[in-house]
């Protein structure tokens, strides 16, 4: 009996924790339903960055990233559990290399929820037809022009533009870094004309093709395009920007002179610059004097890359003379990007209505 009344009690206490797992197993599932299902087409320098971000987040999953060749990046990319989706006609060709593929990019479009796009720039055309074939929402880069989406993202200035569309474009780098400062510094001064020079990394890190490699290259269309980019989200603003291409491949460093509404002290400008979000001021006083201390920073931050995504602003390069503000700011161009690419993807599937909300759930997971 007393065998038969313990092997009863055995039962219910298996029963009881096969419910506890299948219960567990079922709020499991629905946590996962409930997450957006993120597609990353083109694994570079942006998508991979992007692929880490959404791993961080608790409101989204990554379902599979894209390659077209089989390089060391898709290698690497399968290496990190992500599902590599290829196109079709390369399928053998990944296999033949020895990397496991799980389908075409199709599939992994029919699989997404929302789709960032992070191929090299002008090849948006041919995806903007696909995406709208499947339905599903698409994210492209700065490379791309605003007329692709119609809609531009930048957090801090217009995340709820975005709110449920289908289409939005992330702006590039550059913008990104202009928008983060001159936003806050418009709304509580008015900029009544802004000036700006953008010198520019000639390649990315890992970019061995491009240059210059021991000169200085003007752009000599004038004004450049960046201004026209920063109004294709504040389009009440004055910008003109020049740019030239050095030989560095860390960081874009922009030199900024913008006449303001009215006379203010510089001491007022660098509250506003302190407390604009993704924005840190460093000291050149701290031995922060060049990009090169900065990205080591970023290092010694333990920054996912040793990536710095926040725009870095000289405080002691802060100056206002009677009513014209000048600054210098520097922009990781690999990384800026990433945490807008996140917010975006909140904004446009309706995950969280406050701008505000989205950036310090966004930031609180990358460690910003
Ligand atoms: P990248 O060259 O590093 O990566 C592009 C990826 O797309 C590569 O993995 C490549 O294999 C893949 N690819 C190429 N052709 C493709 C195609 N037809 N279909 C699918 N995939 C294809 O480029 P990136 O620097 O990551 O730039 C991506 C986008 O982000 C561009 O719009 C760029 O302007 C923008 N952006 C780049 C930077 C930067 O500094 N690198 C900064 C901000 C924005």
């Known amino acids: 009996m007393g065998k038969d009344r313990g092997s009863t009690e055995n039962s219910y206490v298996f029963f009881a924790q096969a419910h506890k797992y299948y219960f567990l197993v079922a709020v499991l599932e629905t946590v996962s339903l409930m997450k957006v299902k993120v597609g990353i087409n083109g694994y570079g320098t942006i998508g991979k960055r992007v692929a880490t971000a959404v791993n961080q ?6 379902v599979g990233v894209t390659k077209t060749r089989p390089t060391y990046e898709a290698k690497d990319a399968v290496r990190q559990g992500y599902p590599l989706y290829v196109p079709k006609e390369n399928i053998e060709a990944f296999e033949a290399a020895g990397i496991k593929v799980a389908g075409s990019v199709e599939d992994m479009i029919a699989a997404a929820d929302i789709i960032v796009d992070c191929t090299p720039g002008k090849v948006a055309e041919e995806y903007k037809k696909k995406y709208a074939e499947a339905g599903v929402k698409a994210i492209w880069q700065g490379g791309e022009d605003h007329s692709l989406t119609g809609i531009s993202f930048n957090a801090t200035a217009n995340y709820k533009e975005s709110w449920g569309v289908q289409f939005s474009r992330v702006v590039s780098c550059n913008t990104t870094g202009l928008l983060r400062t001159l936003y806050n510094i418009d709304k509580n001064f008015k900029v009544k004309n802004a000036f700006v020079t953008l010198i520019r990394r000639s390649a990315d890190p890992n970019d061995s093709k491009n240059g210059p490699i021991n000169a200085i290259e003007p752009s000599v269309k004038l004004p450049t395009h960046h201004g026209p980019d920063v109004q294709s989200i504040m389009p009440w603003i004055s910008i003109n ?6 030989p560095t491949t860390l960081m874009h460093v922009h030199t900024v002179v913008a006449e303001l509404g009215s006379e203010v002290t510089t001491e007022q400008v660098k509250e506003v610059i302190a407390n604009c979000p993704r924005v840190r001021l460093v000291k050149s006083k701290d031995g922060i004097k060049s990009t090169a201390q900065i990205m080591d920073l970023a290092r010694e931050l333990g920054r ?5 995504f926040e725009i870095v602003v000289w405080e002691d390069g802060i100056k206002v003379v009677g009513n014209t503000l000048y600054y210098y700011q520097a922009v990781n161009q690999e990384s800026d990007v990433i945490p807008e690419n996140i917010d975006c993807i909140r904004s446009m599937c309706k995950l969280e209505e406050d701008p505000v909300k989205s950036m310090e759930k966004t930031n609180k997971a990358m460690g910003i």
Not at 57 to 62: A, G, K, L, N
Request: hydrophobic share 40%; charged share 35%.
């Open 57 to 62: 987040q608790d409101d989204m999953e990554i």
């Open 304 to 308: 996912s890359r040793g990536d710095m």
């Open 241 to 246: 920007t020049m740019a030239v291409k050095v």
